[in-house]
Nanobody, 116 residues
Framework: QVQLVESGGGLVQPGGSLRLSCAAS????????MGWYRQAPGKQRELVAA???????NYADSVKGRFTISRDNAKNTAYLQMNSLKPEDTAVYYC??????????WGQGTQVTVSS
């Protein structure tokens, strides 16, 4: 069983930065894929970035070059560093843990608002 707790959301001006954290319980963190998804009002949830247990990453085209996903297996924590934020990045961001294509857990979500 995996449980996820997110932190780090908030209000930031366009061009600013935020770092989201996702702390996971359980002893299998190092072998599971961690992902960050987001859902804006009236839109479907979409994958933002993911990182495998081995450190392979993939990103949505809309965030490439601006966002960086990383993980610290010793701390059972995944991160999403978000730079050059735009108003269209405003959404609730969710952490996800998966083994292969099977979702094991979702975080509770954290609001990110990019506005002047």
């Amino acid at each position: 069983q995996v449980q996820l707790v997110e932190s780090g959301g908030g209000l930031v001006q366009p061009g600013g930065s935020l770092r989201l954290s996702c702390a996971a319980s359980g002893s299998i963190f190092s072998i599971i894929t961690m992902g960050w998804y987001r859902q804006a009002p009236g839109k479907q949830r979409e994958l933002v970035a993911a990182i495998t247990g081995g450190g392979n990453t993939n990103y949505a085209d809309s965030v490439k070059g601006r966002f960086t996903i990383s993980r610290d297996n010793a701390k059972n924590t995944a991160y999403l560093q978000m730079n050059s934020l735009k108003p269209e990045d405003t959404a609730v961001y969710y952490c996800n843990a998966a083994r292969g294509i099977v979702t094991m857990a979702w975080g509770q979500g954290t609001q990110v608002t990019v506005s002047s």
